[in-house]
């Protein structure tokens, strides 16, 4: 909503507005938020499980919903209801679905991952996973051009404040009140703290969407969260 606000007081376009908020909205949880939460909380199991529940649960079925409503909106596609709705419920249908109720059903079972077989198929499902942040990242370079700032400064730092201060800030806020571990209240600022997700601008390119302009600003919270992250950890955490 802040990003509705702010981009329509730019005077941006209905193509480029629906590429702003989408990359001002939806961050990184995966992609960069579990590599950075392994490595601030080594060793910690539950570190990990509330990353995954964070972003999966959190993160994955607003971007796959609300994110998917949001690019058909402002691309101007004429998308019929049943094409909406089937979009819209694309989430439970994805491979990150299947994988995460899939996992829980193992766990819950005792699935005996040392075992060989398992193990062996575990190592190939990672494989696939390593593609699949291939293709997007591939998909966001072709995008991409190197003139980032072409997509206008005021743009630039506008998604950058909004997505890796404000974001974090408004989730940091309320936690006083909700008697969370502090182990959890630390992830969830984190996650918050993330880049924009790559799956934004895979979005926006699909629904007719500004996706060019999508990539600059993912690209340039990518870059800007490298200072923006220690920031927020070193404040809020």
């Not at 702010?6 to 629906?18: A, N, S, T, Y």
């Not at 060989?116 to 996973?129: E, R």
């Not at 996650?191 to 790559?198: F, G, K, V």
Request: a positive charge; one cysteine or more.
């Amino acid at each position: 909503m802040l990003a509705w606000q702010v981009g329509r007081w730019m005077g941006l376009d209905r193509p480029r507005l629906g590429a702003f908020i989408l990359t001002a909205g939806f961050g990184s949880s995966a992609l960069l938020g579990y590599a950075l939460v392994s490595e601030a909380f080594p060793g910690q199991g539950q570190a990990i499980v509330d990353a995954v529940i964070i972003s999966e649960l959190g993160v994955g079925p607003a971007l796959f919903t609300i994110g998917v409503m949001v690019a058909i909106y402002f691309g101007g596609q004429q998308v019929g209801t049943r094409e909406k709705v089937s979009a819209a419920l694309a989430f439970f249908r994805s491979p990150i679905f299947f994988a995460l109720a899939g996992g829980l059903v193992c766990s819950a079972a005792g699935l005996p991952i040392h075992n060989p077989v398992v193990a062996s198929l575990l190592d190939g499902l990672k494989v696939v996973a390593g593609a699949n942040t291939l293709a997007v990242a591939l998909t966001v370079g072709l995008i991409l051009r190197l003139n980032v700032l072409s997509a206008g400064v005021g743009l630039v730092a506008a998604v950058c404040a909004i997505k890796l201060i404000l974001k974090p800030l408004l989730v940091w806020l309320p936690l006083p009140l909700l008697g969370m571990p502090e182990l959890g209240k630390h992830i969830l600022v984190l996650e918050a703290a993330m880049p924009s997700a790559l799956l934004g601008v895979v979005l926006a390119k699909r629904y007719g969407c500004d996706g060019g302009l999508a990539a600059k600003l993912v690209f340039s919270t990518t870059i800007a969260g490298g200072a923006t992250i220690l920031l927020v950890a070193a404040l809020l955490i």
